[in-house]
T-cell receptor, first 110, second 115 residues
C-alpha cells in the first residue's frame, strides 16, 4: 500500500528564514506533486516532479525529487508572510489516484 | 488551460434534503473525475472516481446510495448528497484528469453546511 508522509505537520517561522518540508513515500511512484492550499480554498498546483533528480523552482519555493530515496523536499528561501498556507505533497498510484500527505501548515510571522 | 469549475461554491441546506454539486472541466475533456471531501485541518479524502459513461468507483466506507455520482459527459460530473445530515457538512472538491495525463486539475471546492 502506497503511503505518503510529510513532516513537519506544523511549522511556524520568521520572515527571512529558510526551511524545508519533507515528503516520503513508501513505494515506487511515477510522479510527485506539491500543492498549496489557503484557508477555505481549494488546491493550487505548485510543482509536478517526474524523474529522479528533478528540481523545479518558482520564486522562493524549490522542489526536488529523489526517487531512490523516495523523498521529495520543498525548500522555502527567505520566507515571506504571503507564503503562509498549508502545503500538501501527493503521489500517483497505479490507478491514476493521488495518495496524499497529511499536509504541512506553514505560518510565517512578519 | 485546464480549468475546473464547481457549482455552487457554498450551500446551506436543511437536514434530510438533497444537494447537487456540479463539477465541470471548462477547456478540456475529462475522462476521469475525482470527488474528495476535506474536514477542517485534515488532508483530502478520496470519495470516488468517476469515469464518463460508467458507474463511479467508491472508496471503502463511502456510501454509494448517499453520495450519488453521475458522469454524464466528458466535461461534467455531479455529486448528489442525499438525505443530508449535519455530519455531511464538509468541503467537497472535485478534480479532473485530462486524457493521457496523470495530473489532476482541481475545482475551487464547495462548502456544504447542513443545519
Amino acid at each position: 500500500e502506497l503511503k505518503v508522509e510529510q513532516n513537519p505537520l506544523f511549522l511556524s517561522m520568521q520572515e527571512g528564514k529558510n526551511y524545508t518540508i519533507y515528503c516520503n513515500y513508501s513505494t515506487t511512484s511515477d510522479r510527485l506533486y506539491w500543492y498549496r492550499q489557503d484557508p477555505g480554498k481549494s488546491l493550487e498546483s505548485l510543482f509536478v516532479l517526474l524523474s529522479n533528480g528533478a528540481v523545479k523552482q518558482e520564486g522562493r519555493l524549490m522542489a526536488s525529487l529523489d526517487t531512490k530515496a523516495r523523498l521529495s523536499t520543498l525548500h522555502i528561501t527567505a520566507a515571506v508572510h504571503d507564503l503562509s498556507a498549508t502545503y500538501f505533497c501527493a503521489v500517483n498510484d497505479s490507478n491514476y489516484q493521488l495518495i496524499w500527505g497529511a499536509g504541512t501548515k506553514l505560518i510565517i510571522k512578519p | 488551460g485546464a480549468v475546473v469549475s464547481q457549482h455552487p461554491s457554498r450551500v446551506i441546506c436543511k437536514s434530510g434534503t438533497s444537494v447537487k454539486i456540479e463539477c465541470r472541466s471548462l477547456d478540456f475533456q475529462a475522462t476521469t473525475m475525482f470527488w474528495y471531501r476535506q474536514f477542517p485541518k485534515q488532508s483530502l479524502m478520496l470519495m470516488a472516481t468517476s469515469n464518463e459513461g460508467s458507474k463511479a468507483t467508491y472508496e471503502q466506507g463511502v456510501e454509494k446510495d448517499k453520495f450519488l455520482i453521475n458522469h454524464a459527459s466528458l466535461t461534467l460530473s455531479t455529486l448528489t448528497v442525499t438525505s443530508a445530515h449535519p455530519e455531511d457538512s464538509s468541503f467537497y472538491i472535485c478534480s479532473a484528469n485530462r486524457d493521457s495525463t496523470y495530473e489532476q486539475y482541481f475545482g475551487p471546492g464547495t462548502r456544504l453546511t447542513v443545519t
